[in-house]
Every structure is written in structure tokens, then in C-alpha cells.
């Protein structure tokens, strides 16, 4: 198959990237399956990190009057303690992020792991929708939920495929949290995660003379993507959880699980896949 213009497969890239993040389906999973398989040029880890700060302005431009909100409030004891959570579940996901960093943990080169990953998230959905059927859950978010996502969120960077906003939802849910609130957390401690994240790639890669084998107007194009179509997709989400369950994502994920699984059973991750 002919390979696609660069910035073509970068914005299909920015695409997935920005539908994906914040869905419970593991964006870094759907970036690294079409780079494995050959489809898509295999881009590098700053690129699939980076790109993933664009969705970052989806969530501030979407909930705009709720961080106005938390920032014309803070003398409001309320206001602090609910901070105070979210600046714990990111210290925790940063501590972990920096280990994962020094223990030279790497996205995968095949597609087994995500497959596992996209597989058995399936049955945690199920599982996590079935205990809380009857349960509305609290509008509270409690400290044990911040440092539990805080800690889904370390789970999610080490096995892709697990999905960030997804193990930090459903551990959320878990744990006695309301659906609309957990989401609302998961999505604003997303915030500095990802910048965060994003920040420390960027400055990784310079500091080890990197940057000039990076396509930065490329790397600069699929972050625009990315926040244009998770702006679409957060405002979309939003208004889903107020009367669905995620149960209609864990099918996804099962069937898109098995698919791939069937697909490595058959020798098809022996290469893992063509890289560019």
C-alpha cells in the first residue's frame, strides 16, 4: 500500500489522539495499534506524549466556567479541599510517571500487550457497571478517591491500552464516586497530568540533544488536531454520562480485544509491525 502524505497520517494520528483521550478506550492504544501494523508511520514518544497536551485545551475550553469557578474561589474552604485533591491525584500520577521514567519503561513495539490491555478493560467496565447499577454514588469526591486515581492513572501509563481517563473514572466509580462527578475529576486532573507529561518529554528529549530529529511543525499540527476533535468529543461525553453507562465502550473494547488477540494467535505481531 502506498504510504500516506506525512501530515496526512498526522492528522489521522491527532485524530485518534483527540476522539480517543478522554473516552474509555485507551488513546496511546489506538495510536500505537495502526504504527505497529504499518498503517500509519511509526511517529516517535514525544509525538504520541505531546499530542496529547492538545487535548488539555478541549477540557479547560469545555469546562471553562468550572475552572473560572475554582479560581474565583479559593477562599472558599470547599473550593480548597477540592483542589487539594486534584493536586494530589497529579503528585501521585508525577511521582509514578517519574519512576516509569528511570526504570527505562517504554510504550510497546507490539500489539500483544495493548490487545491484553483493551481485552480484560472490557470486564472491568462490566464489572465496575454491575456493582454500581443501583448505586447513584456520591456528588463528593473523598481523598481516598483523589489518591486512587492518582494511582489508576500510573496503571494506565504503564500498561497501554488500560485507557487514563477510564481506570481513573471507573476506580472512581468504584469507590462510591457519582458518575458525572468521577468523570468531572478524572477530566481536570487530566489537565496537568497531560501538560505535565507533555512538558517533561519535551524537555527530556531536548536535554539529550534530541530535538533536532524531531518534526516540530508536524508534532505542532497533530497537537491542533488533537484539541479541535477532543473539544467535540469532551462536550459529547459530558452529556453521555448523565444517563449511560460506560457498558457500550467495555463491548467496544471486547470485540477490538479479541480481534487483535486472534490477530497475534496468528502470527500477525511477529514483526511488530513496519516500523518508518
Do not use: C
Not at 524537555?203 to 533536532?212: D, P, T
Not at 448523565?242 to 457500550?248: E, I
Amino acid at each position: 500500500m502506498e504510504s500516506l502524505p506525512t501530515w496526512l497520517a498526522i492528522v489521522i494520528l491527532g485524530l485518534i489522539e483527540g476522539i480517543t483521550e478522554f473516552l474509555p478506550i485507551s488513546s496511546t492504544g489506538h495510536l500505537l495499534i495502526p504504527q505497529n501494523l504499518g498503517w500509519l508511520p511509526r511517529q516517535s514518544d514525544l509525538f504520541s506524549i505531546v499530542i496529547q497536551s492538545g487535548a488539555v485545551v478541549a477540557v479547560i475550553a469545555v469546562f471553562a466556567d468550572r475552572v473560572k469557578g475554582l479560581a474565583t474561589s479559593l477562599g472558599d474552604s470547599s473550593t480548597r479541599d477540592y483542589l487539594g485533591k486534584l493536586a494530589t491525584a497529579f503528585v501521585i500520577t508525577a511521582i509514578g510517571g517519574v519512576l516509569i521514567k528511570k526504570l527505562g519503561i517504554e510504550l510497546p513495539e507490539k500489539v500483544a500487550p495493548v490487545a491484553w490491555a483493551t481485552f480484560i478493560g472490557a470486564f472491568v467496565i462490566f464489572g465496575v457497571e454491575g456493582w454500581r447499577k443501583n448505586h447513584q454514588g456520591e456528588e463528593h469526591i473523598g481523598w481516598r478517591v483523589a489518591v486512587a486515581v492518582g494511582l489508576a492513572q500510573i496503571l494506565a501509563a504503564v500498561f497501554p491500552g488500560t485507557s487514563r481517563s477510564g481506570a481513573s473514572i471507573l476506580i472512581a466509580m468504584a469507590m462510591g464516586a457519582a458518575r458525572p462527578q468521577a468523570t468531572e475529576f478524572s477530566f481536570l486532573v487530566g489537565v496537568p497530568t497531560l501538560m505535565a507529561a507533555g512538558a517533561y518529554q519535551t524537555f527530556s528529549v531536548i536535554q539529550e540533544g534530541g530535538a533536532a530529529n524531531e518534526n516540530w511543525p508536524m508534532v505542532a499540527l497533530g497537537t491542533i488536531v488533537s484539541a479541535i476533535s477532543a473539544f467535540v468529543v469532551v462536550r459529547w461525553l459530558i452529556r453521555f454520562v448523565q444517563s449511560h453507562s460506560f457498558n457500550g465502550f467495555a463491548w467496544y473494547r471486547l470485540v477490538m480485544g479479541a480481534a487483535l488477540l486472534v490477530w497475534v494467535a496468528m502470527g500477525g505481531d511477529e514483526g511488530g509491525g513496519t516500523p518508518d
